[in-house]
C-alpha cells in the first residue's frame, strides 16, 4: 500500500511541477526555468538527507557511471515537459508522458534492462497500453 501511495503522490507532485515550470518557463525561458528547478530540488534533496542523518551518502562514489545519467535526464525531461505544457496543455502532455513512461517500463522490464528482474510480457499488458493510446486520441478529438 505505501508503493501505491509514492506512486499516487508522484503523479500528484509531476503533474503540479508541470503547471509551476510552464509558467516559469514563460517568465524566464525553458532553460534557465529547467536550472531553477534542478537547483530548487538539490536543496530540497540535500535538506532532507540532512535531517534524516543518512551517511549512506558515502556511498555515492560506488555508484555505476550509467546511473548517474538520470540528473541529465531530469533536464530533458523538464525540458521537454515544459515545451510541450505550452504547445499541447497540462492533460495532453501528462497523458503522453504517462503512456510514453509505460511503454517504455514495458521494455525494461520485458528485457531486463538496468539490472531490473526480467519479466514476462503479456497481452493484456500490451492491450492495457493501446486503451491509454485510444484514450489520449479521444482527448485530443
Not at 503533474?15 to 537547483?39: D, E, F, P, R
Amino acid at each position: 500500500m505505501r508503493g501505491v501511495l509514492f506512486a499516487i503522490s508522484g503523479g500528484f507532485f509531476l503533474t503540479l511541477q508541470s503547471v509551476a515550470n510552464a509558467n516559469i518557463s514563460s517568465a524566464i525561458g525553458t532553460w534557465q526555468a529547467a536550472t531553477l528547478t534542478q537547483l530548487t530540488g538539490f536543496i530540497v534533496a540535500l535538506l532532507i538527507m540532512l535531517l534524516v542523518r543518512d551517511r549512506t551518502y558515502r556511498e555515492m562514489r560506488h555508484v555505476k557511471p550509467l546511473y548517474l545519467s538520470g540528473g541529465a535526464f531530469a533536464a530533458l525531461i523538464l525540458f521537454s515537459n515544459m515545451t510541450a505544457v505550452h504547445t499541447l496543455g497540462v492533460t495532453l502532455t501528462i497523458s503522453l508522458f504517462l503512456i510514453a513512461q509505460l511503454a517504455l517500463a514495458l521494455v525494461i522490464d520485458g528485457r531486463g534492462w538496468f539490472g531490473m528482474v526480467r519479466r514476462r510480457l503479456n497481452v493484456t499488458q500490451l492491450v492495457g497500453v493501446a486503451m491509454m493510446v485510444a484514450g489520449v486520441v479521444l482527448l485530443k478529438w
